[in-house]
């Protein structure tokens, strides 16, 4: 499928996959961050895109930076409408207790995801239909083994 992109920022590449079959395209920092313990920021990737009409783009961390430095994003999976038409931003926040995050323009910091989505109609009803799983949730189902 192809998905329309201008680079905002001609110093940075467009999207792309590191390997056959990945799922998420690594979205790179248009500049220079450091992040305290518990800091945040909204980051400019330098990109924007235009999706076709029934697809979404979820910008989601990255497993490396998240196991090596703690780093995450604050709304993960931040959500791409297909309409936006501004840069993608990626809000970054370092959970490490103690150490600060340094990254350099041009770092990969995050995934887009791009999905398929169904648009619901949201029909009121007195009674929802039963199910086998009916109200539990929240660990309704324990931590052990089950048989
Ligand atoms: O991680 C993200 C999340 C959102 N966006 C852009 C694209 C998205 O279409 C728009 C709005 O995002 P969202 O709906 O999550 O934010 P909101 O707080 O509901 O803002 P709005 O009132 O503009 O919908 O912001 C990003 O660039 N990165
Ligand atoms: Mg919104």
Do not use: C, W
């Not at 980051?43 to 930076?65: C, E, N, W």
Request: no cysteine.
């Amino acid at each position: 499928m192809d998905v329309a992109v201008v680079r905002l920022d001609p110093g940075l590449p467009v999207p792309a996959y590191a390997h056959p079959g990945d799922a998420g395209a690594d979205l790179h920092t248009a500049v220079d961050i450091e992040l305290a313990p518990g800091e945040r920021a909204l980051v400019p990737t330098g990109l924007s895109i235009a999706l076709p009409d029934g697809y979404v783009a979820l910008v989601h961390p990255r497993s490396g930076l998240a196991a090596r430095h703690g780093l995450s994003i604050v709304n993960t999976p931040g959500t791409v409408d297909a309409g936006y038409r501004g840069e993608i931003k990626v809000m970054l926040i370092n959970h490490d207790p103690v150490e600060p995050v340094t990254l350099r323009r041009g770092d990969r910091i995050a995934q887009l995801v791009i999905q398929r989505f169904e648009r619901a109609r949201f029909v009121e009803v007195g009674v929802l239909p039963e199910s086998v799983r009916g109200a539990g949730g929240y660990g309704s189902t324990g931590t052990g083994s089950r048989a």
